[in-house]
């Protein structure tokens, strides 16, 4: 029998449970009941997530694919077959065509992903065929960790303790013996986008295993001392590969070795919030925690000029400056910025987080929904276990905290590249102001943050 393996955000051919359950190769656990068969790899391409992914995602997702039909070429298959249009159909056709008797994929968590599969279980259920799902992006599928009164957790560090409890398989080799089928017509990989891709770090599996193992060798070691430094290379930068399942996070977890636990903690984080996204979807664009909705926000044409300014990073403060840029110029932003961008945003010139998170997703190679708008969630004070909404960071201490001799911000700042030192974090204040180009600051960051407090204030006290 002929099986289609259905790629989607698992770019890769290790640890890949979904392709020992195609092939049937025997491994237990991996749901190959029915013995072995050949396969033929398959990714649609869906309009649907495709038009909103953005340049910087579309164009990473392209070479990925590129990478992964190369990686499937070398190990004697006829390659990747792609079709465009929606799922449901595509499949349906693929099926048609090849006969085959079941689709096999890793299970999707993310609130449009839960519903196209079970259309297409449905759709495919009707032609006689099964939609077989196993394993997941994750080490523990969202869900599975409970309180003992099987509630799910709304708080990090219970869930943590309860995760790593729970515990995850160990990671599975690449299936030597796949059988691949082919003969079938691939209307081939899309083209890049032509406009607005940033430099993007090398897609595909192999690289993947590259960033990982040089960070293992060198990064890993100081994460938890270095993780805040923005001037450093001190994370892994493992995120777009994650978020396209060019690596398994098990793979990581089962190489970090006993002293590593910031940085497992870190990749908890990922799993909370997908566990968080699942059992409530609609906190993709909705507050979780529902009496911040009432808070007051600005709107019209001042605030659209000073989110202009914030996109563009040109609000006068360097290290908020810095971070836009970045993400403009790498698709990808160090997490510590981007918690003080967000708080920039949210709380300096009181703009709603989901303004943000969408931009966000326009921009970053790594987006995904439950780490994005949980995140700006966590800053806006409206999410998880948040950090209290009254805690404004100021974006000067932590350029002087997180960036202690300027250079982050004078990397992605050319009009600062003539200031030495830490004073790059206060242009305003050198002899003549900021140098020619660089804005004053938009707004007063003291004046903003009394304004924010009154508002929550507000809002508490209803
Ligand atoms: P490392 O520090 O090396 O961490 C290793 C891995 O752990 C990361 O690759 C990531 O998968 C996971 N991780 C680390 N920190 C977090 C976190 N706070 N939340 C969830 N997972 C985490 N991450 C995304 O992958 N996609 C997003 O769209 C995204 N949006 C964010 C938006 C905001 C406002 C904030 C504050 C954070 C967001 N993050 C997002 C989390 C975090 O900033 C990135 O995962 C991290 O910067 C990626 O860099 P790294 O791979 O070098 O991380």
Known sequence: ?????????????????ALHAAAGTGVPGTGDGSGPASVLPVFVVDPVLWEPAGPSRRAYLVRSLHALDAALRERGSGGLVVRRGEPVAELGRLVAETGADEVHAAADFGPYGRARDEEVEQALGEQGVALVRTGSPYAV???RVRKQDDTPYRVFTPFLRAWADHGWRAPLPEPKDVVWADGVKSSGIPAEPRS??????????????????AYRKKGLQRYAETRDRADLPGTSHLSVHLRFGEVHPRTLLAEVGP????????????????????????????????????????????????????????????????????LAAEGWMHNRVRMVVASFLVKDLHQEW??????????????????????????????????PYFRIFNPVAQGRKFDPDGDYVRRYI???????????????????????????????????????????????EG
């Open 1 to 17: 029998p002929v099986r289609l393996l259905w790629f989607r955000r698992d770019l890769r051919l290790a640890d890949n449970p």
């Open 141 to 143: 599928a969202p869900g």
């Open 196 to 213: 607005g891709v940033p430099a993007l770090p090398t897609a595909g599996e192999a690289a993947a295993r590259a960033v990982w193992s």
């Open 259 to 326: 002293d590593a636990s910031t940085f497992r903690a870190e990749l908890a984080w990922r799993e909370f919030y997908a566990d968080v996204l699942h059992h409530h979807p609609e906190s993709a664009r909705e507050y979780l925690n529902p009496q911040l909705a009432g808070m007051q926000y600005d709107t019209g044409q001042d605030a659209d000029a000073l989110f202009a300014a914030w996109q563009a990073g040109r609000t006068g403060y360097p290290f908020v400056d810095a971070g836009m840029r970045q």
């Open 354 to 387: 989901t303004r943000g998170a969408r931009h966000f997703m326009n921009l970053l190679a790594d987006g995904d929904l439950a780490s994005n708008s949980h995140g700006w969630q966590w800053v806006a004070g409206c999410g998880t276990d948040a950090a």
């Open 414 to 460: 050319p009009e600062l590249q003539g200031v030495a030192g830490a004073a790059v974090h206060e242009p305003w204040k050198l002899p003549g102001g900021p140098p020619k180009g660089y804005p004053k600051p938009i707004v007063d960051h003291a004046e903003e943050r009394a304004v924010s407090l009154a508002r929550y204030k507000a809002v508490r």
